[in-house]
């Protein structure tokens, strides 16, 4: 009889990913399946009527008349400036502190992108430093709803109006985010979204629309998306070849459906770290992302702040105990290689800057457990040398200084079950 083994166990958690689409697809899988297999049943791939009926979701789910697919965020951005004929020697004042497209698109277009610095609470644009920026060539604001919530728009409808310029929205982390009470798409003259995986409404693969209430604009959009095709092989002008696949359109109406409890989810885990946080006594180390005054905050990402320098110990600290995080974004736009011409430097754009030095994406994706929360503030918590204060909870939250918005949505699920 052999001896029982003497090898070490370990009995090591899980590892806690930053984003976790396999949980979610798990509960729609039969959904999916079936939405897949109808598109494969009727071998109609590109545009149609499975396009056209999630473009009616859309922009009915945006409040807005139009939604146009096509192939990307990035592509939405490019043929939302295109629509407005923006090209050489124009500018389009926009943020550094974002994904590259939003400077790249402005780029490819021959016109030129006015990085100006940030609030730095919600790390979207700073409508003082927008309106310092204005010139006789500025044609377009081009806020950037970041990481889920609104950027600050009553001010800047003001400026556009004053120097009769065209917002478009980047919302392409924002789908369902609000600004006094009027959803992300419908806050400017266009509006971006993205379909990427990780976005909260992300599909299998690439993917974008662009919202409007102009049905001149959208009818351009819609022919700039097929090269420019006015009908019957007939090109008024060069366009893109970036059209929606009915395939993404298919699996992107199934998620539509459940996206506002995902959004729920997410809430109710950002007010659950307000409560870990606060526990582990790390308030004054760490800054929370804040929801601001007459905002529906979606939380495509949860980025809070490290004081002191100690962000990339904290970073490390987390992935040594394989919890997922990432750094949105590392180095801003301003400072990328590609646009030194600009003339920007370091220290340009001081808020944007050091935003990029501070930050850590934690996870928020709505499958995430109680007991995986705590292992990240527990995990941030033994970095960092502190001790919570007392044994925390893991109850579903409702502290005083959680947002009213979440307070209220926690509180309907409660009582709808």
Known sequence: MSEPSSAPTTDRPDPVPLIDLVAQHRMIEAEIGAAVGRIFAEQRFILGDEVAEFECDVAEYCESREAIGCASGTDALILSLMALDIGPG????????????????IHRLGAKPVFVDIDPVSFNLDPAAVDAAVTANSKVILPVHLFG??????????????????????????IGAEYRQRRAGVLGTLACFSFFPTKNL??????????SNDPVLAKRIRRLRVHGDAGQYEHVEVGLNSRLDALQAAILRVKLRHLDEWTLARQRNAGRYEVLFEEYGLLDAITLPATLPDRRHVYNQYCVRVADGRRDEVLA???QRQIGCGIYYPKPLHLQTCFADLGYRAGSLPVAEQAAMETIALPVYPELSEEQQERVVRAIADTLGRKPRHTPTHSVPRPKFLSTDIREKASRADKTG
């Open 90 to 105: 124009d500018e389009v004042i926009t943020s550094p502190y974002t994904f590259f497209a939003t400077g790249s698109a």
């Open 149 to 174: 919530q609104c950027a600050e728009m009553a001010p800047l409808w003001q400026i556009a109006s004053k120097a009769s310029l065209t917002i478009v929205e980047d919302a392409c982390q924002a």
């Open 202 to 211: 992300g599909g299998a693969g690439d993917g974008g629309l662009v919202t």
């Open 317 to 319: 600290g987390l992935r």
